[in-house]
């Protein structure tokens, strides 16, 4: 079935503050902190509730997957983090927590027809090569309807950007020249990406080999290639996420949209997220 790529884009980005409350709702927080882990800080409990559908993984396969981190940050959190709690245990306060935080959220939304829909896509999306999306898909389907909804948006989205990693990858841009080349055609500022923990040399370094390649002006600004090359990358993320979409048809990933819709509104209006991220999106 035809679906637009637009539409693919679309859908990620309404469903993304769904899946992304799962780092910001005090409720996880409150669990992970339970478990032991310092939650004054955003990373120590981020990269094992991220990471745990993989198992007891190792620093490496952490940065490998998530890809714009400095590796040595990870490795700042893993696999020290599984000395905290076991995967087993991270998922389970993970889906405590979000079970607590969507629960309150949509008490008054109806999400049977809704998790239906997210059913159907989750059927349809290609894991293959997609470690992080595989990984989530093969965790059990939750019985309640909002744990549900999130379960299916956190493969999709995880799907989506295993994607991207491997768009990143044939467009020749290793982790730090892909928030670099990004913050070039002015997805968030440079401060945003300092997140990902990358040295001002490393930025700097990056940027050189940017300019030399033609894809940034001296100023750390995009030039007309690397506005097109950021382009493709960004098409090519769309192409890959789009068998999901294209096997629901455009009319019903519309209504998906509608249904969802309320569930996003809810989760911005708490005002816990980030007002920009690394991903391009703002509050």
Do not use: C
């Amino acid at each position: 079935m035809s679906v637009d790529l637009g539409l693919v884009r679309q859908l990620w980005r309404l469903a993304e503050p769904v899946h992304a409350i799962g780092y910001y709702a005090p409720e996880v927080s409150a669990r992970f902190a339970k478990l032991g882990f310092d939650t004054a800080a955003r990373w120590p409990s981020y990269f094992p509730l991220r990471a745990a559908p993989l198992g007891a993984v190792g620093p490496e396969l952490v940065a490998a997957t998530f890809y714009s981190f400095d590796p040595a940050m990870v490795r700042e959190h893993i696999p020290a983090a599984w000395q905290v709690a076991t995967p087993d245990d991270v998922l389970a306060a993970r889906r405590d927590g979000i079970d607590e935080a969507l629960g309150r959220l949509t008490a008054d939304v109806d999400l049977r027809e809704a998790v239906d829909l997210a059913h159907r896509l989750v059927d349809g999306a290609r894991t293959v090569g997609r470690p992080l999306g595989a990984a989530n898909a093969d965790l059990p389907w939750p019985d309640e309807p909002h744990l549900a909804l999130w379960h299916a948006v956190t493969v999709l989205r995880e799907v989506r950007g295993d994607g991207h990693v491997a768009a990143l990858l044939t467009a020749g841009l290793d982790p730090v020249e892909s928030l670099v080349s990004f913050a070039g055609v002015g997805a968030a500022p440079k401060e945003v990406f300092a997140s990902r923990g990358w040295s001002e040399d490393e930025w700097a370094a990056a940027t050189g080999r940017l300019v030399e390649r033609g894809w940034l002006n001296e100023d750390g600004t995009a030039t007309e290639a690397g506005r097109d090359g950021r382009d493709e990358v960004e098409r090519m993320t769309d192409e890959l996420a789009a068998p999901a979409y294209r096997a629901l048809g455009a009319e019903r990933a519309g209504r998906f949209a509608q249904l969802v819709m309320p569930v996003t509104m809810a989760v911005v209006q708490t005002g816990l997220l980030p007002r920009q991220s690394t991903l391009g999106l703002s509050r």
